[in-house]
């Protein structure tokens, strides 16, 4: 499966891969390495040195205006994933949103007979290379590249003695402080790696292209490994001459031990990327000695903030919004469109269980509110009823005695809730039924009694009364809904995330469970809810207060 759609975002490849078929029209010396399919598809064949030389000279000469010589035995560069690197590069010194005026400097370890990093880097951004390479077929190779392209002023490459890295690169520029430095070290350790063997999981299909390179670019005394620790080793003396120290790696399986090297080191600034191609894939990793830098997310990190997260949905029926327009009327609303009255209901459900909410601006023809749930209200209901429920199952039937003595309870302590009704009236509980926002019910004590102490056969025809209810209001809109689960069992955890009731309004203000927003839009003739997680402690709340609002939604049309 192709990478090209994790490239860089900035990379020009990633939206428009090369047009062979072009390339070969404008560049004969590229359209003799292009074969055609019988489908009249134009491939080309990356095993070929001679063709992905080609392929390299051509994209730098039509998309950059560089022109290059590189000899078939080193190493040859795949553009657009060395472009990946130049473009993360910028991400990490800030280029995008500073001042691209300002002279930036930056060191390229082992440049290789293409000098590519440099010659992309100079072009595009204008950027100062000091290139350091210990091959000597390499560095002229280098040296030409950067004279024929007329990049001598902004690129210096120089030759440096084996296993040279930093230190003595930079002993004769002691004043200068560089913005970062980039290098592609040698993979291997020795040739049996570079050809696979123990070092390639053996499930993996064999690599698309060939591998070309001298045996300084792709091999090295311990591999990778050992290379990036001897860069980490110079910038622990160099530290703060370098804003950022960055390599790129071949293997995923030695970042994790790099990663642990500098953390023992105690460099307070690190990160890493994926570079992906094509079928290619590559990793880097950066560090910095400086506090005020600032560091990309790592790719991981990156994908889950920008990872679009799916809303939680439920239906509304075209006849359910006509029933639910019926009991508006009668309420005295002046609710009249789909949307508005939907939505006027889900204001009311959500007043009735004290959830914050507020409307925001939104698109045409849709309502969103911006909801904050401060008290997992909702469970308390269903708790609070199945509570109900349950004693009545276990209290025995009473004596006529005991049901006129608690009659004559129940009437004393009716008119003393009756006087205190002025003073603290209460909303009916959400889960018994629905009332206008005006009207106000209160349930005494008494009539709580009441309900215990009745009969077992009352409850259960009251019971059945319910589940059939239940079933025709799902019937009716059942199908429409989607992603919303059946409302579940509260759990110990759900109630431990409530917020105490003893708290002050400050208090309660800070601490909520989540925070939400709710779109109310029409799909055809019917309505549709969406809700968006925006931050909290649990997902699963939004859900159950979906869940809650799409059953509250059925029980208004079955009553």
């Excluded at 949103?97 to 880097?121: M, N, W």
């Excluded at 894939?281 to 830098?293: E, G, K, P, Q």
Aim: charge should be neutral; proline fraction near 6%; aromatic fraction near 6%.
């Amino acid at each position: 499966m192709a990478l090209n759609k994790s490239m860089h975002p900035r990379n020009r490849y990633k939206d428009k891969p090369p047009d062979f078929a072009y390339l070969a029209g404008k560049y004969p010396e590229f359209q003799q390495h292009v074969q055609t399919t019988l489908t009249g598809r134009v491939s080309l064949n990356f095993k070929d040195p001679e063709a992905v030389r080609a392929l390299t000279c051509t994209l730098l000469k039509e998309d950059f205006g560089l022109t290059i010589d590189i000899p078939v035995e080193r190493l040859i560069p795949t553009v657009p994933l060395r472009l990946n690197y130049i473009h993360w590069v910028e991400d990490l010194i800030g280029h995008q949103g500073a001042d691209k005026q300002v002279l930036r400097r930056g060191i390229d370890i082992g440049t290789g007979a293409s000098c590519i990093y440099p010659l992309l880097g100079a072009t595009l951004n204008g950027w100062y290379f000091l290139a350091t390479e210990v091959d000597d077929m390499c560095f002229n190779y280098a040296k030409k590249n950067v004279e024929q392209n007329n990049l001598s002023d902004l690129i210096k490459v120089v030759k440096v003695p084996q296993k040279t890295l930093l230190m003595d690169a930079l002993k004769e520029e002691s004043e200068i402080v560089y913005d970062f430095c980039m290098c592609n070290p040698p993979f291997f350790a020795n040739q049996l790696e570079a050809k696979g063997v123990n070092s390639r999981n053996p499930r993996r299909p064999p690599p698309s292209s060939v591998n070309t390179g001298g045996i300084t670019e792709i091999m090295a005394e311990g591999g990778e490994l050992e290379f990036v620790k001897r860069i980490i080793h110079d910038s622990l003396q160099l530290k703060k001459r370098l804003r950022w120290y960055s390599c790129m790696l071949g293997k995923k399986c030695s970042l994790a031990p790099l990663k642990e090297e500098l953390r023992i080191q105690g460099v307070p600034k690190v990160t890493h990327t994926e570079f992906c191609q094509g079928r290619t894939m590559r990793w880097a990793l950066a560090w910095s000695f400086y506090d005020d830098v600032q560091v990309p997310s790592p790719p991981s990190k990156r994908r889950k903030l920008e990872k679009p997260q799916k809303p939680i949905t439920f239906m509304v029926l075209a006849s359910t919004v006509k029933e639910l327009s019926v009991k508006a009327a009668a309420m005295g609303w002046d609710a009249v469109e789909a949307i508005a009255v939907v939505r006027a209901w889900v204001e009311k459900i959500l007043t009735d269980l004290k959830v914050q909410h507020k409307r925001v601006p939104c698109g045409k023809d849709e309502v969103s509110l911006f909801l904050t749930a401060v008290e997992n209200s909702w469970i308390h209901l269903r708790r609070k009823k199945r509570e109900r429920i349950r004693q009545l199952r276990e209290l025995p039937r009473a004596s006529e005695d005991i049901l006129q003595a608690m009659e004559e309870e129940k009437n004393s302590q009716k008119s003393v809730s009756n006087n205190s009704d002025c003073e603290n009236p209460k909303t009916e509980d959400s889960e018994t039924g629905f009332m206008a926002p005006d009207e106000n019910v209160h349930l005494t004590t008494g009539d709580e009694l009441m309900e215990e102490s009745a009969p077992k056969e009352e409850h259960s025809e009251h019971v059945r009364e319910e589940e059939t209810e239940a079933k025709r209001a799902e019937t009716s809109l059942g199908k429409g809904s989607s992603n919303a689960k059946e409302e579940p069992c509260p759990s110990e955890e759900a109630s431990n995330l409530t917020v105490e009731k003893n708290q002050s309004p400050k208090e309660s203000s800070r601490c909520f469970l989540f925070k939400c927003l709710m779109n109310v839009k029409k799909e055809g003739n019917d309505v549709l809810v969406e809700m968006y997680w925006v931050e909290g402690q649990n997902r699963d709340l939004m859900n159950q207060l979906c869940t809650y609002l799409r059953n509250q939604i059925l029980r208004l049309v079955a009553s």
